[in-house]
């Protein structure tokens, strides 16, 4: 999904998409989480690939990347499900993944 300020949504793994960025310019990610449960615990988070020459902000449900060098990346955004046990074990799984060919010119 492409909105004017360039977004990219994601909820599971699909195929890579490609973007095309100016240089500065904001590239964001929506990604789609379940509310955590309710008592805590159990909670979701982002985490974007990074690269040289770029920048990430990562938030659930959205993430804003800047790229400060012209180029190609190739970058992947996963959610990650977070679950702590009440005896001060966690356990992660990975919610969903998505991989992102941006192209970035000035």
Same mark, same amino acid.
């Given at each position: 999904?492409?909105? =004017?300020? =360039?977004?990219?949504?994601?909820?599971?793994?699909?195929?890579?998409?490609?973007?095309?960025?100016? =240089?500065?310019?904001?590239?964001?990610?929506?990604?789609?989480?379940?509310?955590?449960?309710?008592?805590?615990?159990?909670?979701?988070?982002?985490?974007?690939?990074?690269?040289?020459?770029?920048?990430?902000?990562?938030?659930?449900?959205?993430?804003?990347?800047?790229?400060?060098?012209?180029?190609?990346?190739?970058?992947?955004?996963?959610?990650?499900?977070?679950?702590?046990?009440?005896?001060?074990?966690?356990?992660?799984?990975?919610?969903?993944?998505?991989?992102?060919?941006?192209?970035?010119?000035?």
């Amino acid at each position: 999904m492409i909105f =004017l300020f =360039l977004t990219a949504s994601f909820m599971g793994s699909y195929a890579e998409e490609a973007f095309s960025v100016r =240089l500065n310019e904001p590239f964001r990610i929506h990604a789609d989480a379940p509310e955590p449960k309710t008592g805590g615990g159990d909670f979701y988070i982002v985490r974007i690939s990074p690269a040289d020459g770029m920048t990430a902000k990562e938030s659930i449900p959205d993430s804003t990347v800047i790229f400060s060098k012209t180029g190609t990346y190739r970058i992947t955004a996963t959610v990650m499900h977070m679950m702590k046990s009440s005896c001060g074990g966690m356990e992660t799984e990975v919610f969903s993944e998505k991989v992102f060919s941006i192209t970035v010119s000035e």
